[in-house]
């Protein structure tokens, strides 16, 4: 029985490009809520973003944030509960977010629980995290001026990866999860969606054989792969299909079902029982 559903956001509800959440989506929610069934967007965005994204039904979903390193309960931006954060090591943050600013033609941003911060951003930078994603942003001189718990570490390479992961992976790649996340971005965690699925069921007293998830691209295979259901869109890769399908196997578990829109597959669920 299906209690949890959790989807990723750009290229599976939102295709690239797009910046509204098709309206026929909360209504489902709203339906799916009723008849049990959790919704949790799971994304690389933080939670005002994704609050602002879902602001329909953002009091009833829970979210899986930054890739997993943070997770929210249902309830209202300032009263949800944390269930679960899961900060960088701070010193190998701050030197993953140096090395990062020396690299040409990228962008550093260092996620807290709530609030992105960049250093030397430019203006066109900063429109696009603040006007494009929605999301809560503070500018600092210095990567050390930052108090919180550092959660992620984005780089934002527009002209590519090829050369940002060869001076990036070596170290960075084998010490944290290292995953495209979208258009332009690489992301540094040591959550995965994976383990953040597994925290968030862990909160809310479900099990993963409990969950269904949506995804389309390598950083949601961690969740997919632990999902007690599991939904792969079609414009996936498809070797990301056949590396789920042979490690879901391995655990005696369905291969991943294609998908062409979340919606439909959501109607599907509520029409013929989970």
Known sequence: ???????DIDGTLLPYGETAMPQRLFPLIHRLRDRGILFAPASGRQYHSLRTLFAPVADEACFLCENGAVLYGPGTEEGAPLLSKAPLPRQEALELAH??????????????QTVNYVCGGSPAFLRQLTKGHGNLVQTV??????????????????TGFDEPVKILGPRWGERFHMAVAGLGWLDFT????????????????????ETAVFGDNWNDQ?????????????????ALRQALTRSRADEGRDAPRVCQNVCDELEAILQCGP
């Open 141 to 158: 001189d210095q990567p050390e001026d930052i108090s919180e718990d550092i959660v992620k570490i984005a780089a934002f390479c527009p």
């Open 190 to 209: 040591l959550a995965t969606k994976g383990s953040g699925l597994s925290e968030l069921c862990a909160g809310l007293g479900l099990s993963l054989s």
């Open 99 to 112: 090395t990062i600013l020396g690299l040409s033609g990228c962008d550093v941003v260092i996620e807290g």
């Open 1 to 7: 029985m299906i209690r949890l559903i959790a989807s």
């Open 222 to 238: 961690s969740m997919l792969h632990a999902a007690g259901r599991a939904y792969l869109m079609e414009a996936a890769d498809p």
